[in-house]
């Protein structure tokens, strides 16, 4: 995806007129900005309680020995604002996905300080303090995700409670 930060531009148009059947994309998941800047323990999952793919992740993330949390951050609405959203107005379930911390720990404090001093400016680089072991298990997670996504039963759907379901197609 392209123009996140200008409108969602790349993923609208991309989820408007995919280049594959629209019924094939039965999932999104996002991991934009997912920030490995500490020992992974943990998965925060924006959109968690929205959709069956939440199971999903706490099923993989059980098998990897990770934890699983929602947004500690609701009203920042962060699950709107990223190209997960072009596929929700699509009607398709998705999440999105970042190194998960506990609030009031060290980690939280270390996001937040790179919230504010990095994010989206000058030192918003290629030097960024990456914890690499955290990378490496994000990438595994995210993949076995995929995978498990992939190879269910059935597609993913909306919980009857999400807002989202509103968008749903029915096929």
Known sequence: MTAEEHGLLGSRYFAGVPTVPK????????????????PM?????LGLEESDLGDRVRDVAKRAGLGV?????????RFTRSDQYSFIRQGIPALALK???????REAT??????????HGPADDLHQPIDLGAAATFTRLVGELAADVANYRAKPEWKASSFFRRFAIAE
């Open 69 to 77: 949390s929602p947004d500690p951050q609701p009203g920042r609405n």
């Open 110 to 119: 270390i996001d937040a300080a790179w919230t504010k001093e990095r994010y």
């Open 41 to 45: 323990k943990s998965v925060m999952v």
């Open 23 to 38: 019924s094939s994309i039965v999932a999104n998941i996002n991991m934009d900005m997912f920030l490995p800047l500490f």
């Open 99 to 105: 190194v998960g911390f506990e609030p009031g720990t």
